[in-house]
């Protein structure tokens, strides 16, 4: 019977005291070089992004505020509740109206929200002007930044998270109308992309992009195959009527309509960005 290292241990036979200091030394190689190497990536991801797969619950917080958008909310909350509890958290405990007249409830206020988080999202919405110059707001994400894994937002979410010095020399997307005008501002790299990952920041665009987001994020967290289930659960396969999704697609006239309804938006984030 063929035993351990090719020995028979049948029949007793065993490698001589020269076969055995052979065998250690090329074991301390091993092992050396082995370290090694595995010592390269790990401070090649200390400079990039958390890395590591877990099945372990994730400790998730969304923050809630007036006139946030709902879906930035509702999209990613769907598709990360699989991973862990999430707290809606605000800056009082209940009902929070969004910016379409949609309530959503907020279950933790920032004192009682989890110090230290796995995934800390803001999702953004017609309310991002005022929380850009909400003292409270900005010092409650600059606590918790400060330990989260993950630090996230959706839509004009991120001009808030620049808005608390969370984004300066990031790589980072917003909403359109706002992502090269008034990212700058705030320290960020401005990226034309859906979701945009730097080290442990992650931005999506406007609104829609936060499915792309959490899916995203969920397959760094638990793995592709995870991610793909829950967007065949959600049923994910967006064949939207129109290609007017970007201004580059929607063409000129569309656009305009688009930039008077946000005009409002644009210039209070520009304002509340400029005033800091």
Avoid at 15 to 23: E, G, K
Avoid at 45 to 54: D, F, V, Y
Avoid at 107 to 123: E, M, N, W
Avoid at 185 to 203: I, K, Q, S, Y
Wanted: some cysteine; proline content about 6%.
């Amino acid at each position: 019977m063929p035993g351990w290292n090719g020995w028979d241990l049948r029949r007793g036979l065993g490698p001589t005291a020269s076969d055995d200091a052979a065998r250690r030394d090329r074991r301390a190689f091993t092992a050396a070089a082995l370290a090694a190497a595995l010592a390269l990536p790990q401070r090649a991801a200390a400079l990039s992004e958390p890395t590591g797969r877990s099945d372990t619950p994730k400790k998730i917080a969304i923050l809630l505020y007036p006139g946030m958008t709902a879906l930035d909310v509702v999209g990613p909350q769907n598709m990360l509740a699989g991973l862990g509890p999430i707290a809606l958290v605000a800056a009082r405990t209940g009902p929070v109206m969004s910016d379409t007249g949609l309530s959503l409830v907020a279950t933790h206020d920032f004192g009682s929200c989890a110090r230290d988080l796995d995934i800390l999202l803001v999702p953004g919405g017609d309310g991002t002007p005022a929380q850009m110059r909400d003292a409270a707001t900005l010092a409650f994400l600059e606590d918790r930044a400060q330990r989260a894994t993950w630090v996230t937002s959706v839509c004009t979410g991120s001009l808030i998270l620049g808005a608390a010095g969370l984004l300066r020399g990031y790589r980072a997307t917003s909403h359109w109308c706002v992502r090269d005008a008034v990212l700058p501002l705030l320290g960020a790299e401005p990226v034309a992309e859906r979701v945009v990952f730097d080290r442990n920041r992650v931005t999506a665009a406007g609104v829609s992009a936060g499915l792309d987001f959490a899916l995203a994020l969920a397959a760094r967290l638990r793995g592709d195959a995870y991610a793909k289930t829950a967007q065949l659960v959600a049923e994910y396969a967006p064949q939207p009527p129109f290609t007017a999704g970007t201004p580059a697609s929607a063409g000129v006239e569309t656009t305009r309509a688009a930039e008077t309804i946000l005009a409002e938006l644009v210039a209070g984030a520009r304002a509340a960005a400029s005033g800091r």
